[in-house]
């Protein structure tokens, strides 16, 4: 039995450069920093947080889109952060990428067939009839029929497109497919097929997601592990259910009590609780993170050491960790 | 495994894609642009077919008869050395055209591939490149003509050369622009995870991109190069004797058109017909493919209906089918319809919002609930018409109020705010001028007091520090903070409703949050009601009092925020409440099979009868009136689940 997981990543962190400055210095600023998760085999791993978090980022160093500037990402016993300037062929073939935007991820120009069978033709020399049916048969994987693939991304409905791009991404049977947001594009009633879709492409594929989305109502659904993020740092992971019913981190507990639900009953329980834990104030900018805990300042527990230390990564349970420094303080959970 | 609920059956699919495709395809078709395109090609087979059209040989001397008028045996007249004005004219076509190819040629060939090169890779290879680019545009193209040929020797072939050289940095700009915006979409992304290689990328991903502005380039500057060949064949430095150009024999008919008054005038019209045609078939290209194409899909389609519309004539509102207005309502909206021409978007829409309440508008996208909204605020895009109902503010009807007074009624009874907070702020004035400038005209404020009042409403709607931020400028603010300056705005005049269309859709969730908070409390403190447009059922349960669900362009239920959310009693309002996932995680998401129809193409009966799970037979007959708080043939036999 060999239990490495699928993908790790080891304290990654990547710093976008802001500019240059006017006598040539250079503003850095970390848009992730020390983020460590694996993913194993068939699993789902999902990435929540608010815009600043950096979870496309981190997605998108995945994807070698970006360079780290720290940390390693290990992939199938693989250390891609030493690829080199080069990206194996196989690495991307074994991971792909379902953006948010279904209508700018894919070419205007090009129709369905042509986008999905550029794709399959990269990595395997098929004939003009052979790729024919392959591309058929992706779209239909997809729910899509072979009509279909004669269309421009113009001439299809929302849905539709986002299922063209899950099919670009299955076309050559990936490991791991990094959806970044891949629902909020959608009406209520396509995000619900195009989940369905994903967690059956998952059972008939084997595939692994990493699941990046701010709302924590649909990460909850499809993911096996959650990770929160915050201004460029994870600050709690566990198993999706845990996290949800139990949050340790008093951000999570922010994030889930600001989530709204359609039941009027619990969400004038989540308002009541809301309203109890104060505004919450703004959220600091990423360009300039305050010191010690980044979530200091919206905290209602937050005393000296959060303002002064950056909390690390503990175990706070089977499966689950937390960087907060009154994480398991009874004051809290009360 | 066909999970496929929003697969649509091929007829409607082709049928959307044909009524698609022909507006690109029909706008190149437009008269200007055929003629240009039919008269270019004409002179193009001319150029090509020289040596077969002319009568003489352009160079052949006949001294007798110089400078002849025209005539049967020379139907243009003849020059001063007795050559055919009509086979030199023919001739010189030829020459035209050559010079015009080997410009643009030159261009495209060095102008793209230079363009496509340093915007792609960017960085210092751009930079340089363009720092030689700008030195290089600062010579006029002619200048460098007639220094090229100073320097190499006479000859059309190097003088267009030089030419092309200078044209090549416009389309290397234009060329550099559209790959540096199109290498930041997504697509470009997703080509590279798929491992598709830079060149691919760069010539089959973007490069088609380029391809529409390039052409209406190209074309301009195909125009521009033959007056400039025919400048240079006028001052005698272009071409050589054995060939014919306009511009020569317009050198000629100089020097002797006081004995033939009619040579300078063939040469003449002929570069002037020329460079118009090209110059028109540009502009003309430029409209065609103006509009881009990812976009394609809407604005074609509304550019369409516009088209379409502008010949409806605007039919009166017809009388409400008046039930007077229970008391303690402020706003009434009774069977109002709104249509784009022959298509309606809203049909008999009815609701009404009480003093003091928020009423809640919800619907998927496409459903008309922006539409209602924008009716009732009289803000609809001119080819969209009220073509029935009412909306009665106080029992005033505003579908039936001019331009001036719906103007006064929107700043000063009723307050907008909308999605984008960006978008509704002026980017280049303070926040506290925009805020003033409203206290000013619509409360006849002095410039002080206005400065006080907007404090006043800044620490109202929760910004910090709000005296020392009215200097501030809108991007100074976060999403967060800026929605709170719109609200701000719209409450400046101190409405009785506050219309919200999606005001938080934009937002993080802990800030979407806090800013429902607050429109919550100020409903109170100021004791207003507010309409609030949301797709999120969850913002609903959060602080709408009452809701309308509306699908297709109909309120399909209407009802308290508590009722229609715990026991639905349409099945779409089920169905939606299903789709949603919260809670405990289940095996799969409840999904409401195919997808909302467009507004042209609504099914008749009950709107919803297609998707419906309980649909019977009668569902797709008749038209079904909203009893006892929903549109359902059914509602009373059928027991709905609600949220719990």
Known sequence: MNDEPLLRVDRLSVAYRLGTGMLGGRRKVAAVQDVSFEIPKGATFGLVGESGSGKSTTGRAILRLLQPSGGRIVFDGRDVTAFGRRTPLSYRRDVQVVFQDPLSSLNPKQTVRTTIGQTIRRHRKLGGRELRREVDETLDMVGLSSFHGD????????????????????????????????????????????????????????????????????????????????????????????????????????????????DPVEQAERRARRRALGRGGEPPSPLAPPPGCAFHTRCRWASEVCGAEVPQMTSTGPARRAACHHAGDPAMTG | MTTSADITPPEEQQRHGAARRPVRASRLRRPAVLWCAVFLGVLVLVALAAPLLAPYDPLALDIKNKLASPSVAHWLGTDDLGRDVLSRLIYGARTSVVASAEVVAVALLLGVSVGLLVGYLGGLWDRVTMQVVDALQAVPALLLALAMVAVVGNGLVKAMFAVGLVFAVSFMRVTRAVVLAEREQ?????????????????????????????????????????????????????????????????????????????????????????????????????????????????????????????????????????????????????????????????????????????????????????????????????????????????????????????????????????????????????????????????????????????????????????????????????????????????????????IADEPTTALDVTIQAQVLDLLDDLKRQLSMSVLLITHDLGVVADVCDRVAVMYAGQVVEVGSTEDLLLSPRHPYSEALLAAMPHGAPVERLATIPGRVPPAWDWPSGCRFHPRCPYAVERCGEGRPEIADGARCVRAAELTLKGVR
């Not at chain 1, 421009?152 to 490991?175: D, N, T």
């Not at chain 1, 996290?243 to 889930?256: D, G, N, Q």
């Not at chain 2, 697509?187 to 973007?206: E, N, P």
């Not at chain 2, 103006?290 to 074609?300: H, Q, S, W």
């Open chain 2, 186 to 498: 997504l697509y470009v992304d997703a080509a590279r995870v798929t491992g598709l290689g830079r060149a691919h990328i760069v010539f089959r991903q973007i490069l088609p991109n380029v391809a529409a502005p390039l052409i209406v380039q190209a074309s301009i500057a195909a125009g521009t190069a033959l007056l400039i060949e025919a400048s240079l064949s006028f001052l005698g430095v272009g071409i050589d004797t054995t060939q014919v150009s306009w511009g020569g024999m317009l050198e000629t008919a100089r020097q002797f058109q006081s004995e033939q008054p009619l040579l300078p005038i063939f040469p003449g019209v002929a570069i002037a017909v020329c460079v118009l045609l090209y110059n028109l078939l540009g502009d003309g290209l430029r409209d065609a493919v103006g509009v881009r194409d990812p976009a394609a899909g809407a604005p074609a389609r509304s550019a369409r209906t516009r088209t379409r519309l502008s010949v409806v004539e605007r039919r009166p509102a017809e009388a409400a089918p008046a039930s007077a207005p229970a008391d303690g309502t402020l706003l009434s909206v009774r069977g109002l319809t709104v249509a784009a021409g022959d298509t309606e978007l809203v049909s008999d829409v009815s609701f009404d919002v009480r003093k003091g309440e928020t009423f809640g508008l919800v619907g998927e996208s496409g459903c008309g609930k922006s539409v209602t909204a924008t009716a009732v605020m009289g803000l609809l895009p001119g080819a969209v018409r009220v073509t029935g109902g009412s909306v009665l503010l106080d029992g005033r009807d505003l579908v039936r109020l001019g331009e001036r007074e719906l103007q006064r009624i929107r700043g000063e009874r009723i307050g907008m705010v909308f999605q984008d907070p960006v978008a509704a702020l002026s980017p280049s004035h303070t926040v506290g001028h925009q805020l003033g400038e409203a206290l000013m005209v619509h409360k006849g404020m002095t410039r002080k007091q206005a400065a006080a009042r907007s404090a006043e409403l800044l620490s109202l709607v929760g910004v910090p520090d709000a005296r020392r931020r009215l200097a501030d400028y809108p991007h100074q603010f976060s999403g967060g903070m800026a929605q709170r300056v719109v609200i701000a705005a719209a409450l400046a005049c101190e409405p009785e409703l506050l």
């Open chain 1, 151 to 262: 269309r421009l991304p113009h001439e299809l409905s929302g849905g539709q497109r986002q299922r063209v791009a899950i099919a670009r991404a299955v076309a050559v049977r990936p490991k791991l497919i990094v959806c970044d947001e891949p629902v909020s594009a959608l009406d209520v009633s396509t995000q619900g097929q195009v989940i369905n879709l994903l967690t059956d492409l998952q059972r008939t594929l084997g595939v692994s997601y990493l699941f990046i989305a701010h709302d924590l109502d649909v990460v909850r659904h499809v993911s096996t592990t959650i990770g929160v993020m915050y201004l460029g740092r994870l600050v709690e992971t566990g198993p999706a259910d845990e996290v949800c019913t139990a949050p340790v981190h008093p951000y999570t507990r922010m994030l889930l009590d600001s989530a709204l639900v359609p």
